[in-house]
């Protein structure tokens, strides 16, 4: 667990062929949401075709799309020569429940799971880094990899990266901040199968952060590789992908004014209440601290905070959690 850099399993040649690496037989599911995302897909699936690991198979769920996208997709579909390669009808009740369908789908058998947008542009080497390091994890511990990344605008052109976290990953941190984009993640199969455990009917904020949470409340290890893995693209409007700039961080104040990080985390507590048989008593004393916390008056509110022991990556983010704590927005 950390913010060191993994090595890769897998090795690209100059001309682009693949060279096997110790993980090069782990076979690596790639879970695809689409919709609309047409003049993007082909870069982005170029991009999964480059991945030095060479097992690597696709299951797109597309949520009706009408722009072409699945015409594109049965034409990568025919060609695709790595692995498995199928499409399925998503339950169009927005991009979470769709993610979530996808990975409970029981057909898809693999190693190791990975989400994926529909716009971005993987490095070749994303996969292999991130295989690298979960195949060192104990199988039957449910394992997270996230990283940086590099940010493009809506025509491919670069302009700068991700915020660089350097504090520890944990059920602590998660409470708070979902430290990684679900675009960066990729899990073993027992985080895999816990996800699904415990997902079902739930409401939850957004896929990516209900998997930090979950993982590190069930004693699992969540690892954020400061390599920017992939290229992120960032749409016009799209303030939520980024942490960069004055416009983003008075988007985010504004919200909190708003009120939706304490309604959020009401959501998140919810669902993790559901299940708190399966969280370590140390996530369990933390939830129960921080959920009282968020009911107190202050100063009480303060100090079960400070008990809690919950952290954002940055100084401005925790200097923002207490703004929150005293506004009675937790």
Not at 114 to 124: G, R
Not at 182 to 205: E, K, P
Not at 213 to 240: C, E, F, K, S, W
């Amino acid at each position: 667990m950390g913010t060191s850099g993994a090595g890769s399993g897998d090795t690209g040649t100059a001309d682009g062929s693949r060279v096997a690496g110790r993980n090069s037989a782990a076979q690596v599911a790639v879970l695809l949401c689409t919709y609309n995302g047409g003049p993007y897909l082909d870069e982005q699936l170029d991009s999964i075709a480059r991945q030095t690991h060479p097992a690597i198979g696709i299951w797109v769920s597309d949520d009706g799309s009408t722009d072409g996208t699945l015409e594109r997709l049965r034409e990568w579909q025919l060609r695709w020569d790595m692995g498995p390669f199928e499409i399925v009808a998503g339950p169009r009740q927005g991009f979470v429940a769709n993610f979530l369908s996808l990975l409970g789908n029981s057909s898809i058998q693999a190693d190791y799971f990975a989400f994926a947008d529909q716009d971005d542009v993987w490095e070749a080497d994303r996969v292999a880094r991130a295989v690298d390091w979960l195949a060192a994890q104990p199988a039957d511990q449910p394992s997270l990899y996230g990283s940086r990344t590099r940010l493009i605008d809506g025509e491919g052109h670069p302009y700068g990266l991700s915020t660089c976290f350097t504090r520890q990953p944990s059920f602590r941190n998660a409470l708070v901040q979902s430290l990684a984009g679900a675009n960066t993640m990729l899990m073993n199969r027992a985080a895999r199968d816990l996800l699904v455990a415990v997902s079902a009917g739930q409401s939850i904020v957004s896929h990516d952060w209900w998997s930090y949470l979950v993982i590190t409340a069930a004693g699992g290890v969540a690892h954020y590789d400061p390599y920017p893995g992939l290229r992120y693209r960032q749409h016009r409007g799209n303030l939520a992908g980024s942490n960069l700039g004055l416009r983003a961080k008075l988007w985010r104040i504004r919200r909190l004014f708003a009120g939706h990080f304490k309604a959020w985390n009401e959501r998140n507590l919810r669902a993790l209440r559901q299940h708190e048989g399966r969280w370590t008593p140390e996530a369990r004393r933390t939830l129960a601290l921080f959920d009282r916390a968020r009911r107190a008056w202050l100063p009480r509110r303060l100090w079960l905070l400070h008990r809690a022991g919950v952290y954002r990556q940055t100084w401005e983010g925790n200097l923002g959690l207490v703004v929150a704590a005293i506004l009675g927005r937790l």
